[in-house]
């Protein structure tokens, strides 16, 4: 059993982005087309491009439509909002701020400004931020960033009564259970992560980052398998080359050049990051 401290060293590697796309230029092209045909003074337009639209198509959007009209709070809310959805959490930092100093930020604009800084961890900044929320102001997101906030500070019971309140008020709970398995990998409390994810993937069975961090729970301890999910042969391939990390983290080498060397199978097409440490291990 890995001792709980070297299961906290481990939590950063559990937090990593670990998938990424990439279009092709044509497709691209084509879709800045139509974005430059879509009227700037349709909300409903301005809704779906923070909702189903590609992240990186919201956020050039929100960019050009804004820059010919600067004055549109809709316009500037939506901007914001769409980089936190791209993950551009600078630049969405810089976005609420602005937001928040023209006087036209919202309590909810609020807890997304924080959420950003939360994410670049900056942890004084978050809580100066909650304090001057509303006290009536209560929302799964406010809950959530203090839940996170517990976390920084290692409070756990205040973390923990934090992901309870968020997952009765929210829409969707499996973020929220997939956020509260984090915090409880992070404290070495491998069941109650275990138990964490498995309610996320009931509630969302395609959400990735649950499933990969079921998985790193295993390898935390020592338990290299794959979780019993639904996943694409992609996913597969990721999940054991995440496993094959955590692996040589670990001192397991053997066991590392195994879960490589199935990734590499596993994967639908070439898959360079798992055949190089392949290639690097076998030197």
Known sequence: MIARSAARGLAAFVLLGLL???????????????????????????????????????????????????????????????LMRARKYPEAR??????????????????????????????????????????????????????????HRRDWAAADAAY?????????????????????????????????????????????SAKNNLALTYGLQRRYRLPLVSMTDEERAILKHNLGLLALRQGDKAVARGLFAEAVEAHPRHFEAAAAKLAALDE
């Open 164 to 208: 309870e309140r968020a997952r009765q008020m929210a829409a969707q709970p499996a973020p929220v259970y997939n956020n509260w398995g984090v915090s409880k990998m992070a404290r070495g409390d491998f069941a109650g992560a275990e138990e964490a994810f498995e309610k996320a993937l009931t509630y969302d069975p395609s959400l990735f």
């Open 20 to 82: 990424s796309a990439c279009a092709q230029q044509g497709a691209q092209d084509a879709k800045t087309a139509r974005l430059d045909t879509n009227p700037i003074d349709n909300l409903n337009l301005n809704d779906i491009m923070l909702t189903v639209a590609d992240a990186e198509d919201a956020v050039e959007y929100f960019r050009k439509t804004l820059a010919q009209n600067p004055d549109r709070e809709d316009l500037q809310r939506g901007y914001a909002y769409a």
């Open 94 to 151: 810089l976005a609420f701020r602005a937001l928040i100093e023209a006087g036209r930020a919202q309590p909810a604009d609020r807890v997304e400004y924080a959420h950003a800084l939360a994410r670049l961890e900056q942890w004084d900044d978050v809580a100066a931020q909650l304090a001057l929320l509303p006290e009536g102001f209560v929302s799964a997101r406010r809950l959530m960033l203090e839940a996170l906030l517990a976390d």
